[in-house]
């Protein structure tokens, strides 16, 4: 397994901008594609965006395109999520996952979660 340690979430104004990081241990940070979910208490965890292995190709869930952008790298054991334009309807406990099997959307599917990271929009 991999272990996976999310930072970066916090409390921010609707429109402005935050950055996740989250740092993978224990396995060969490389052999995983890698993504983001987010759940709201009482909700189903929701695909948010996923990066294959070489950061080659992403894909994104339509309700955050053209304002979230992830990114990896590999040196450094790390994926990210650039988060701009934040709405109110953003706010959720925000998780990264690790998987094998491209994409990783299926959030039922995937073994190899963090802890999550709490992001908070005001109006």
């Known amino acids: 397994q991999v272990q996976l340690v999310e930072s970066g979430g916090g409390l921010v104004q609707a429109g402005g901008s935050l950055r996740l990081s989250c740092v993978a241990s224990g396995r060969t940070f490389r052999n995983y594609h890698m993504g983001w979910f987010r759940q709201l208490p009482g909700k189903e965890r929701e695909f948010v965006a996923a990066?294959?292995?070489?950061?080659?190709?992403?894909y994104y869930a339509d309700s955050v395109k053209g304002r979230f952008t992830i990114s990896r790298d590999n040196a450094k054991n790390t994926v990210y999520l650039q988060m701009n334009s934040l709405k109110f309807d953003d706010t959720a406990v925000y998780y990264c996952?690790?998987?094998?099997?491209?994409?990783?959307?299926?959030?039922?599917?995937?073994?190899?979660w963090g802890q999550g990271t709490l992001v908070t929009v005001s109006e």
């Open positions: 996952a690790a998987d094998t099997t491209w994409p990783p959307i299926h959030g039922g599917d995937i073994r190899n």
């Open positions: 990066i294959s292995w070489n950061a080659i190709t992403t």
